[in-house]
């Protein structure tokens, strides 16, 4: 349950952004909200997380769904302990936005514009939250700490 929850929570909050992003914003426009480090700015990225490998199209498109299948059978396969599953579902949250503005619009939506940091979405933070996550409870249990 842990998994799904947080999937569709990160998922959920993913739509609703860029879905305001979209209807409030021009492509291109920019909105200090924090001074000069944070702003909204409404971009469309046709690469990978942050602007890399631009064109990926196609690509991204079946990386995204391998990852989404993956997470699910290691759900399924595996007693996984919660800190896995909100890993699992934090990346998988993350990947179902990013691969419904691939298909729908054939790049993804970005707006978060951090100092010089490349412009993100809420679906590329909880990619990266999620890969974090759960690299620290692999880490955990390596080293045999618990987990649970």
């Known amino acids: 349950m842990r998994f799904w929850l ?16 979209m209807q409030n914003m021009n492509v291109g426009d920019g909105q ?3 001074g000069d480090l944070v702003y909204l700015r409404y971009i469309h990225n046709e690469g990978a997380a942050f602007g890399l490998m631009q064109g990926g199209g196609l690509l991204f498109v079946v990386i995204a769904a391998v990852v989404i299948a993956g997470a699910v059978y290691f759900l399924f396969k595996y007693h996984l302990p919660p800190m896995a599953q909100y890993a699992l579902g934090l990346i998988t949250g993350g990947a179902l936005g990013n691969l419904i503005d691939r298909v729908m619009y054939g790049s993804v ?3 978060i514009s951090v100092g010089w940091f490349p412009v ?6 909880g990619i990266v939250c999620g890969g ?10 390596e080293t045999g700490q618990k987990t649970e």
């Open 6 to 21: 947080t999937a569709g929570f990160v998922l959920i909050l993913d739509r609703f952004s860029k879905g305001w992003i």
């Open 32 to 34: 200090a909200i924090m």
């Open 109 to 111: 939506v970005d707006f």
């Open 120 to 125: 993100f979405n809420l679906a590329d933070c």
């Open 132 to 141: 974090t996550l759960l690299v620290l409870w692999l880490y955990l249990l």
